[in-house]
C-alpha cells in the first residue's frame, strides 16, 4: 500500500523562492572582484536569478544544456547557481586554478554553451578561447563601466544581459532527478572526472547541513561564511544550504587572506565559517601577527584535507572556537561525515577531545559507510584496521559523467563508490584517514601513513607544511622522505625533526632524510600535490643508499 502523501518534486528553485518568500530582507554580502562591498537581499537575489533565467532562455539555453561559471563567491555567482538549475539547465562550475590543458578537456567534455566568467578570468580564457570549442559565447560577470576590451567571441556584460529582462518568471516543475549542477575532480592522473548533481541530491543534502549535527548546522540564526570556493565542489553545497535555512551570507571573493578575512567576519558578525586548513592557518598567523580577535565566530568548519593539531588547539584553546571537521569529496555531494562530538564525548579532557575532532568524523544520517581489504571484504570498525572507504547514499555519485571505464572503476555493483582513502572506523563510527591508497609508502611490506608523518611533523612548532612521500630503496622496496617548509625564521634542522617525530611513530616510520624547501606545490583545490613531489623527487637517492 502506498502513502497518500503529496509527491512535491524536490528543485533548487524551491529553494531560493524559500529563501525569498521567508528571509526576504536577510542579506547575502560580497566582496567584489571590483573592490567594493556588494550587499542585497534573498528577494533580490531571487528577482535577479529569474531575470538571469530569461536572458539563458533568450541566448537558446535549453533544459539539460551545461552553462559553465568561472567565478569567486560573489552574488553573481549565487544568481547564477539559482537561475542556470532553476531553468533545467546545468550548472557546471569550472575551477580557475585547474592547469590549462585540464580546463580545455572539461569545458569541451561537458560541452559548455556558455561561460561566464568573473573580470580575472578573462585573460585566461582569451589564452584558452580557441581550443573551446562548444563555447558560443562569453558573459562577462560586471557591469558595463567594468567591461573590458576582450578578444573573447560574443562577449556579453551580465549587467547588460540581464538588465534588459523582466522579472517574471515561473521556475518550472521539473522531474527533480534532472541534473543542476557538474563539477569536476582535478585527480592527479587521467583525466578529470565529473559528478553530475541532481536536484534531489541537491536538496537533500541541504537538508542535512541543516541538522543540528552537522559540521554547518545551518539555520536563519547564521552568518555563514563559505571560504571554501563555489568553483570546488559547491563551496560544500552552502549556496544551497543558507538558502533553506535563511542564513544571511558573506562572500569574501577574490580576498582570502587572513587580514581579508578577518575584516569581513568582524564587520558583518560572522558566526560560522567553512574552509580548508590553509586558509585558517593563514588566519592564525595573521591573529597572532596583529593580536586581533574574532568576537563572533562560534564555528570554524574545517575539511578538504586533514588539519593540525595545532589549527585545533589554537582556534579552541586561544580563541574559544569551536572547531568541526568534515570529510567529504567531490562524488560525496560533497559532505559526508561531522566531526561533531557525541555526548558521551563532551566531557572528556580536552586533549581527548582534540585527539577525536582530529579524526575525519563519523557518517551523517543517508551516507552509508564500510571500510574495505583488498579483496572487498568488510574489515572490522576497531579503530586500527585500516582498509579502503566506501560510500553510498542519496547525495553520493552514482556513476561518472560521460567517462564509462572510469566509472567502471569507482562504482561496485553494489551500488558503493571507492572513496581511494584509506581509513579506520572506530566503534562510534568516526573515520580517521591515513592516507590516499596512492600515496601510501610501503616499506619492507609494510604500509607507512604519509599523513600520520606529516602531522606528526606539523605538530613541532616550526614547521610550517609537511609532505612525506615514498622515494625507491634498493632494500626496503620504498622509504619515507619527509619534505618541509618552516616557519619563518625557524632554523630547525632535519636531524631535531627526526627526534622529535621519534616520540611520536614507530621507529621504522621515521624518514630517512628530511629536506627543506621554501614551499611545497598546491593543487587546483589547495591540497599539496604528491604528484607534482614525486616528480620532483623521482631521481632522489637516499643517504644509505646513495
Ligand atoms: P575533492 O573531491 O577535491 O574535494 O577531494 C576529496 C579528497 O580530499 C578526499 O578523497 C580526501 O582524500 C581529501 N579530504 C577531504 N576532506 C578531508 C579531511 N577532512 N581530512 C583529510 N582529507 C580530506
Redesign the pocket.
Known sequence: MYGLMMKTPLLTSSLIAYAADYHGDTEIVSRTVEGPIHRYTYAQAQARAKRLANALLGLGVRRGDRVATMAWNGYRHIELYFGISGLGAVCHTVNPRLFADQIVYIVNHAEDRFIFADLTFVGLLETLRDRLRPVEGYVVMTDPAHMPATSLPNAICYETLIGEQPEAFEWPALDEDLASGLCY??GTTGNPKGTLYSHRSTVLHSFSCCTADHPLAASCREVILPVVPMF??QAWGIPYAAALAGAKLVLPGPRLDGESLHELMERERVTMAAGVPTVWLGLLQYLADTGKTLDHLDNLIV????PPLSLIEAFEGDHGIEVV???????TG?VATTGRLKRKFQDLPLEARHKIKLK?GRALYGVEMKIVDDAGHSLPHDGKTAGQLMVRGPWVASAYFGDEAASAAAFDAEGWFA???VMTMDPDGYIH?TD?IKDLIKSGGEWISSIDLENAATDHPEVAEAAAIAIAHPKWGERPLLIVVRRDGAEVTGAQLRAFLAAKVAKWWLPDEVVFVGELPHTA?G?VSKFELRKRFADHVLPDAR
Request: glycine fraction near 16%; charged fraction near 15%.
Open positions: 575532480t582535478s570546488h565542489v575539511g578538504g584535507s586533514a571537521h568534515a570529510w567529504g569529496m567531490t562524488e560533497p575525519q572513496t581511494g582513502d584517514i590516499r583545490t591540497k
